[in-house]
């Protein structure tokens, strides 16, 4: 071997790997970055002091939230199967009454309509155990004994919340009917007569409030108590949710130092998907953490920075240490 | 998947749910033979059920003419293409292996639930129409075939029986209220239910979500998505009518709309009782002795495998590889029994739209003998036979002779209006 030639110890080496994981791991709790697989990952809601605006999913106060990649793939455990593999990123923040869930997903089209009859919307949904506990259900709608609260936006509801209910005449502005008898007869109108949350013509909200207990089970909750709004900017879409973090025990339950978990879904309207036909996650745990959501949107890049030039610059320097060493 | 029994299969079969049936069911016969397309099936259904906003589009009933027209376009050719391209050359009967649970033979091919169940992403082979193929409900109304390869032309000798050169025909269709209904089956939120006392089929407004894949898997296209309801609505079978809810006939049970108004008298609906799974044997109700024991009126396409609950009489001068086709290989009997009726046949056939109540039971009280002849060759006579027939309680509705009275005024009266 040449003087010339860099030469490392196998001391040497083990000592420098074992520090540059210490650093890496450290640098990653300090940023809440989760590198796991799904079931593992957790999304962290940190209080947060400064307002979260319903409406604006943009809101620079998202930038205080730690984002977490969660996979999804398609539903193909009961027909109808569909939908394929995406990722989404979610946040989470609370204001100690209210708890927020920011999704952020690609999609190529914006799908607003479903009034004509091979058009369906784009959509998106959360899911949570009823009763948090070790006894989490199946991420697929729950399982009888262990039900599941599903929050689920469609941007069809929030198009009839901004621009009025489209109605046939919206959809086709060119039609011509001599007359509807009975017009203003409920009767004629069965499913908003009996009370389809689908059918209704004054929605206050973008977002179904649902329970279920299995496939096929799923049921409108008789408190429409969610919120949400999703907006649709450069080939993605982002939404937020937002409950109050204490609601009744019948539904999905927050509180401050307590974890429960969280799983997501995601439609595409354009490629016609519709319930079953969807990207699935499996269930993520889903912390309300008492601690302070900071200021600083590039905070967590920031620190992978650091970390990363750290671990270079402690391994150039056991480098030379260990070569002066060998040459000394 | 369960295993069900389907008779007009002649075999079991897979399916959702495991076999449950109501008490009763709605069934009806259809004689195409007599209609004249008339729509006023189409439009006292659309006056009772469909005219409101978001109806637009919508015939619970409609009648297309065969081979082109459709309604949605083109639904059952699209279906019959999507069965053979997942079983090619399979769709064929053993016609030969005849019995009481198979009265025609056995089917070979697969149903469009079994077609489905290789790739198991859907319930049913099914489709989702586009917009535009339900415009024009009554597209290529009237229009024949011709001969084969000729454009706008006729058949030199078009209309000569058994079998014209120059045809069309004219299908009735609402709902089949199926005893395996494609859309029960489609529907993942379960808002789709057969009515345990009349097996009306029913979709339940408050759950359903408007997925439209009852639309997409109800092999007939009798599902159909209302928009500004956001939900999908279907034929309801009457079922007030049926119920006898209807103040007209104080609790008897009545025909659906679409029957009691037919001008051609070509429908006659009732319900069936139903014992271990099939129809009870009950050759005094008139849809069983036209279905079961004579054997004259035949399920929609069969080989989809819902067991349709309307029958047809199939049109007499139709090539009979186009009817096989559609209503499987009872055909050549069911055309030869029409086209010779028996006595008894003759008397039933008057029963037909001659009163608004279901009829339940019938009698025949035998007459005189009024005819003697040769029809396709072959002797008939003619009896003046008195068919009666009873409602729900047992009570006289309508009674009928084969010779319709006739009256001839008096002198007095000539001109009387």
Redesign the interface.
Known sequence: MGGGELRITAGWTVAGIIALALIVSVGLTLSDMRLASSQTITLVAKRSEVEVPLDDPFARVWNRANPVEAPLSAQNITPPKGGGDRTITARALHDGERLYILMEWDDDSEDLLVSRQAEFSDAAAVQFPVAPGENVPAFCMGDPTSPVNIWQWKAAWQADMEQGFVDVQDAYPDMQVDLYPFEEEAEFYPARAVGNVFAQDDRTTAVDNLLAGSFGTLTQAPDQVVQGTGVWRDGSWRLVFARDLNVGEDYSQFAEEESTNIAFAVWDGARGERDGIKSVSQFLTLEVSPDVAEPGGGVTVWIIVVVVLGAVALTLVLALYGRQRQNG | MAKVYNWQLGREMDYRFPEAHPQWQFAAVFNINRCIACQTCTMACKSTWT????Q?FMWWNNVETKPYGGYPHHWDVKLLQLLEEANPGGQVWNGAQQGDRQPYGIYQGQTIFEA?AEA????ALGY????QE?TAPNLYEDTAKGPQGARNKLHSEGTRLPEHNTWFFYLQRICNHCTYPGCVA?C???AIYKRPEDGIVLID?????????C?EQCPYKKSM???????S?KCVGCYPRVEGSDPLTKGIPMEARCMATCVGKIRMQGLVRIEDGDWAEDASNPLYYLVRKERVALPLYPQFGTEPNIYYIPPRWVPRPYLRQMFGPGVDEAIDRYTNPSRELQAVLQLFRASQKIIFRYEIEEGEKVLDTEINGRPFQMYNDTVIGFDKEGNEAVRLSLEEPFHVRSEQYQNSI
Do not use: I
């Open positions: 005219f409101s906003r978001g637009e489905a198991g992403n859907e319930t989702l129409p586009t917009e339900w489609a993942p939120r379960n407004q408050e759950r359903c979500r408007g997925y439209r894949k639309v998505y209302r928009p500004n309801m956001r939900v609505e």
